[in-house]
């Protein structure tokens, strides 16, 4: 069997990769000219002989190689792919020879086997989490003692030193540190160590700098490794570690450990790594040049941050003396840790991850995440901020990153703008980018402060005393929620009664297990803003923008109490400001509407009004006929009555909402449906929020309207199919209504013979007939298509709908269907008796969605209006693999970036629902 390649017999990947890595005696009897040749230089150019002249080093993804004599024989042991890797690695470490492992930690672990039980291992105390966490265990488990010291001052090691008292066998350090960017000097440290220590060896994690920017050999370090999945690989889509040794008996052992444990990296990883270990200057170098502006940014406006590249950064010296640049990493103090929590949340193009090195910017805070595996206590005692808040910077525009960074800040409330600030114009500021990036940073933030500062300079005062006195509110009086509030509300399908209900004949209806889902969360920038993922909205006004000066004078002396009828002036003016959002689509549009229509009439005045952003989506399709604009009404109408503390948030132990809170909430979300529908019957919000069956009929003239529980719905099993054809349900109530006043003598008939459908049903249903399941069930097959045939006279059908009618009508099925809610495209019905076989019902499924459409199996009849109660779980923090608490991600942030298909799974997993 082949041992992996050693210095002493380094040539089994080299016969096929050219260039062997040379030692420095080898260098200098015969230098070869790309001995010359600098980092990036070194980096992109890949030395490959493969036997077939491949320019890129293919992947030999094979475990075993034939033959006896050959120069491989088991993956295990050594692969050409690994090998052509390490090869090239060894020039850019300035290595005798280099190791490819399968991570960072492995690399670790194979060099802390090198320590035997009795030894010590002496370690930094501001040190990566896993890092820690495999020490504690050595100490445990391995005899080894481990002692941890401030590596970044030479007399805080200086005690530990001592081979009277410790056996040091091994110095384990990290410079920059992780997260605090602290900086060790590795020269003299080695020096000292080795003046006591002959024999011990100095380790050097490298990973936040890379081989780029520090080559820790060259100042007498015994071994270096770099968790590759960092700046090496540079794309997050692999996991590797690098170890890199000058010393013949070290890689020896290296080599030993590998081909035992069998941790060397597999030959696709190894092709990825090599590949993106060509662009690894190209790419820190915008990396770090951003970094930069980052840190200026935050540091003019007074957090404190950590980056050597400040020069207010106690150890730059020493850290420019080793390394050539400051790395991408870098972190800062907020001093609050809600308020870090809440900059993070709502970053958008920083992404919340552990981890650091990819081309894609990320945003974390290690307590709760990459170092969460430290203790509280340890990290107390090590001087590791709750608060501290992590930026890794990748290669986006500086200037798309600002912007996101800016407005995470103001946001959470970190910063406000500065009110004395005159900006500089849009073309002043584009050229002072690009002539100098760093004084446009400068520049860019003087337009902001932090809020203990806002108010201090007289120009401040005086500037608010103006707003003041204009009536505009200044930033010290924004209004805002304590906590996130987290509603959902179902869609409902109308069995019989649609239309007609609106002209107060009875219509029978349920919710169904599709459901919109929201979340009102707190903003402190006196703005109000709504997200909508899956309509594409994202939006948001000033609050002192919005049209207070139209609000009607409210009729009621209940505040709580929604108001009858919609205000059309004040509809239309919140028309007028939504449409200035060119890009959203109709629906978008109508979105936004009703959500600024509820907000500014439920605040009633502009200095109620809360900075808050409403972020809904669902599962529900939109304009299918399902009650979609219902459900999100119910969500709207229910969270902001719960900001206004018009009704109150369930306690934890409460098993329902009370009747009365139910009512007010209805109330609201049929204004709602008003903006978005016209003149709807008030059946679908009634469903939305109460969830269940009912009988439902509206007041019309003076005749008393009703709403009845039906109990024998819900076993009953309905095949949803939607049709995708587009339709509003505004234009087709309208058209009823039109043809009503047009048509009497034909329509009324119709109703009337609707309203008797619907009482046969409502006694069907009532689950206190005597009449036998069977019976029953073809009763109602009977009703439905008695009730489509009076809708499609209606002129309310579709062809689709009617293809639809005819494939479940057709044999084998005999199904009866007919179009729920408001028809012209949309979703169709059909009742699927108890004992239809599930093979007919699975050739019926796969027959309508070959015709294009898409059909949904449902029962009947679940929960309503569900508010959560419960506070943050584990499963609201960021997984991560440090068994720590994890970061509280804002339901906002979870909730965006939820699939629709795993809305149901999100909700079941925060748990915690209150319903109706
Ligand atoms: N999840 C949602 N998020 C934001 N807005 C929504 C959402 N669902 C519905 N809406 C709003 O409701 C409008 C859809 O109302 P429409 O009445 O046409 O459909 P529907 O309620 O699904 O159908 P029906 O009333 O016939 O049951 C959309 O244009 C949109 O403005
Ligand atoms: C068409 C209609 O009857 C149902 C829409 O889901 C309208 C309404 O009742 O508001």
């Known amino acids: 069997m082949t041992t992996p390649s050693t210095p002493a017999d380094s040539s089994l990947a080299t016969s096929i990769y050219s260039e062997s890595v040379v030692s420095p005696t080898d260098k200098e009897q015969a230098k070869p000219r790309s001995d010359n040749w600098r980092f990036s230089t070194l980096c992109a150019s890949v030395d490959t002989k493969d036997q077939y002249g491949a320019s890129s080093t293919p992947i030999y993804q094979t475990a075993t190689f034939k033959g006896l004599d050959g120069q491989y024989d088991y993956t295990r042991s050594g692969n050409p792919t690994r090998g052509g890797l390490e090869n090239h690695l060894a020039r850019l470490y300035g290595a005798t020879q280099t190791f490819a492992l399968s991570t960072g930690m492995t690399c670790l672990d194979t060099i802390l086997r090198l320590v035997k039980p009795g030894e010590t291992v002496l370690a930094g105390d501001d040190l990566y989490g896993g890092t820690n966490r495999l020490l504690t265990y050595l100490g445990s488990h391995g005899g080894v003692k481990v002692i941890h010291a401030d590596t970044t001052k030479i007399e805080a090691l200086r005690p530990h030193l001592k081979p009277e008292i410790n056996n040091v066998k091994m110095v384990l ?46 100042l007498g370090c015994d071994i270096v490794y770099d968790s590759g999945t960092k700046y090496l690989s540079g794309h997050h889509d692999l996991m590797a570690g690098i170890i890199a040794v000058k010393r013949t008996d070290i890689c020896k052992d290296i080599a030993f450990l590998i081909n035992s444990v069998g941790s060397g990296l597999a030959p696709f990883d190894s092709f990825l790594l090599l590949r993106g270990v060509k662009t690894m200057s190209l790419r820190m170098d915008r990396q770090m040049a951003t970094s930069q502006l980052v840190a200026l940014y935050l540091n003019s406006l007074g957090f404190l941050v950590h980056y050597p590249g400040l020069k207010s950064h106690p150890k730059r010296d020493i850290h420019y003396k080793q390394a050539t640049g400051a790395g991408a990493v870098l972190s ?5 840790k809600a308020l870090s929590e809440r900059i993070v949340g709502s970053a958008r193009l920083w992404g919340i991850s552990v981890s650091f090195g990819a081309v894609n910017s990320l945003i974390s805070m290690p307590c709760l995440m990459s170092h969460a595996s430290i203790s509280a206590a340890v990290r107390a005692e090590r001087g590791l901020p709750e608060n501290l808040i992590r930026l890794c910077v990748g290669i986006e525009d500086p200037r798309d990153l600002m912007d996101d960074l800016e407005h995470s800040l103001l946001s959470a409330g970190a910063i406000v703008p500065n009110l004395s600030y005159s900006p500089l114009s849009h073309s002043q500021s584009a050229e002072l980018y690009v002539s100098d990036p760093e004084a446009w940073i400068l520049e860019r933030a003087k ?20 707003k003041r006195g204009l009536g505009i509110n200044p930033n010290s009086e924004i209004k805002t929620i304590e906590e996130e509030i987290v509603v959902s509300a179902p869609g409902k399908v109308i069995l019989f009664g649609e239309h007609a209900v609106v002209h107060g004949v009875t219509a029978i209806a349920s919710s169904v297990n599709l459901r919109c889902f929201a979340v009102l969360s707190p903003r402190s920038d006196g703005k109000v803003a709504l997200e909508v993922p899956n309509v594409n909205v994202e939006a948001e006004w000033e609050i002192s923008s919005l049209p207070w000066g139209l609000l009607p004078v409210h009729s009621n002396t209940h505040r709580h109490v929604a108001d009858k009828d919609l205000d059309p002036a004040l509809l239309q003016a919140i028309e007028k400001l939504v449409h200035e959002h060119s890009e959203l689509g109709k629906t978008g549009l109508n979105s936004c509407i009703a959500y600024l229509y509820l907000y500014m009439v439920m605040a009633g005045a502009e200095s109620e009004a809360p900075s808050v952003t409403f972020t809904a989506t669902a599962n529900l399709p939109i304009s299918a006929g399902l009650g979609s604009s219902a459900a999100y009404s119910t969500c709207v109408a229910s969270s902001l009555l719960i900001a206004h503390s018009h009704i109150e948030k369930p306690a934890q132990n409460q098993s329902r909402l009370s009747e009365s809170d139910t009512n007010i909430v209805d109330g609201w979300a049929f204004l709602a449906e008003k903006v978005l529908h016209g003149t709807p019957s008030g059946i679908d919000n009634a469903v939305s929020v109460r969830g269940g069956a009912v009988a439902f009929t509206k007041s019309v003239g003076g005749r008393k309207g009703g ?6 719905f819900s076993s009953i099993r309905l095949l949803l199919t939607n049709t995708l054809v587009p339709r509003d349900t505004k234009t087709l109530v309208a058209g009823v209504s039109a043809k009503r006043l047009a048509e009497p003598q034909v329509v009324d008939p119709i109703l009337d013979a609707i309203q008797s459908i619907s009482d046969e049903a409502s006694t069907l249903l009532s689950g206190q007939t005597h009449a036998e399941r069977k019976e029953l069930i073809n009763r109602l097959e009977t009703l439905i298509r ?49 004992e239809f076989p599930q093979v007919s019902l699975d050739e019926l499924i796969n027959t309508l969605e070959k015709q294009g459409f898409q059909p949904h199996l449902t029962t009947v009849g679940g929960p309503g209006l569900g508010i959560h109660v419960s ?16 970061m509280v991600v804002p339901k906002r942030v979870t909730l965006r970036d939820t699939p629709i298909d795993s809305l149901h799974s999100w909700s079941e997993r925060i748990g915690g629902w209150v319903h109706t």
């Open 173 to 218: 350090l990290e410079s920059p540190t992780n997260p605090l960017l602290k900086i060790a000097d590795l020269e003299e440290i080695t020096k000292e160590v080795k003046s006591l220590y002959p024999e011990a060896l100095v380790v050097v994690d490298n990973t936040m700098m890379s081989p780029y920017l520090q080559r820790p050999l060259d």
């Open 871 to 886: 506070s943050s779980t584990k499963e609201d923090k960021v997984r991560n693999s440090e068994e720590g608490e994890g």
């Open 447 to 466: 337009g902001f402060k932090r809020p203990s500062e806002a108010n201090s300079s007289v120009m401040d005062k005086l500037v608010s005393g103006v």
């Open 332 to 336: 800062f103090v907020t001093g609050d």
């Open 786 to 834: 008695e009730n489509h045939s009076h809708l499609a006279n209606l002129g309310v059908s579709h062809p689709s709908l009617e293809m639809v009618v005819a494939a479940t009508a057709a044999e084998p099925f005999g199904l009866a269907t007919k179009l729920t809610g408001a028809g012209g495209g949309g979703c169709a019905v059909t009742l699927i008796p108890d």
């Open 707 to 712: 709403l009845d529980g039906l109990h024998g």
